[in-house]
């Protein structure tokens, strides 16, 4: 068993792969007969998924979804990942660049045109829609078509979730997000989507509940932690946000030093914040 109740696997003595309860019914129907494109492909959702705020991840991302495709040019669930992954770099603003989102559309065409009704390929299409087109009633109608299919896959209440919270929608989009995480309830990156959705509608109790328990499911990553003290700074306790910045891991990267230059701003400390922002 891996996190989350999920089934670990390490292909060819490489990346441990967490295989969720929810991705059994797609692995069952062999997407693809190619074991080193079926690798890369897994690889590839794994570090989109890890990283998929970070433009070099989902460049890694990028690089292994066109290794599989070129294993296998039939594999559809690879072509839309490609796709999504080029979609998402143009919507972080990690690549501008038109040809981004050219790439994303074509590589969902490639998709759509191999499986149609795939629930993966839909996903991906909906995705390349919100991102790239700012179709916005366009990806929810792909998303309603996609939970027909599979309504058990939490891709894809997330995904409805974020365009509904594009639009101001933000009681759905809070009920979206907690319909995925019933189905992936230790899933931190979900938790940190609900509570910054909370945060946004000045619920901070249960934002602050939210960051908490993603914390507790992924203790060595920071953001969840910097998270906490951003509510506490928006409740004015800036004790409290010390003791959680104290607290988190990794304080030697850029985040958490710039976290700590603002808290030391806000309580007035500006000389060891000028320091902090130079050092």
């Keep these: 068993p891996g996190p989350g109740g999920g089934h670990q696997a390490r292909l060819g003595g490489r990346l441990p792969v967490v295989i969720q309860q929810h991705e059994l ?5 062999a997407p693809t007969a190619n074991l080193d494109a079926f690798r890369a492909y897994l690889e590839g959702r794994w570090h989109a998924r890890r990283s998929r705020s970070s433009g070099e991840g989902l460049r890694l991302a990028v690089r292994l979804q066109e290794r599989a495709t070129g294993l296998d040019p039939a594999f559809a669930e690879a072509w839309a990942e490609l796709g999504r992954d080029h979609a998402n770099l143009y919507h ?19 998709a759509v045109a191999l499986a149609p009704r795939r629930p993966h390929v839909l996903l991906a299409s909906a995705l390349v829609s919100y ?12 998303l309603q078509e996609t939970k027909k299919l599979r ?14 919270r594009r639009q101001g929608r933000w009681q759905e989009s809070i009920v979206g997000f907690k319909a995925a995480l019933d189905l992936s309830p ?3 990156l979900l938790l940190g989507e ?6 946004l509608v000045r ?7 939210a960051f908490e328990q993603a914390s507790s499911y992924a203790p060595d990553n920071p953001g969840p932690w910097l ?5 506490h700074w928006q409740v004015g306790d800036l004790p409290a946000a010390r003791a959680v910045l104290t607290r988190t891991p990794h304080d030697d990267t850029d985040a958490v030093r710039s976290m700590w230059a603002i808290h030391e701003m806000l309580e007035g400390q500006s000389d060891k914040r000028f320091h902090m922002l130079v050092h």
């Design 25 to 29: 019914a797609t692995l069952r129907h």
């Design 92 to 110: 972080l603003g990690s690549d501008l660049e038109p040809d981004q989102c050219r790439q994303a559309s074509s590589a969902v065409a490639t």
């Design 131 to 142: 991102w790239c087109d700012k179709d916005f009633d366009g990806a929810l109608a792909t």
């Design 151 to 164: 309504a058990d896959l939490p891709e894809v209440w997330e995904a409805e979730a974020w365009v509904q």
């Design 186 to 188: 230790q899933d931190p």
């Design 194 to 199: 609900l509570g910054s959705t909370l945060l």
């Design 203 to 209: 619920r901070y109790r249960d934002a602050l509940t």
């Design 227 to 231: 998270a906490q003290a951003e509510v």
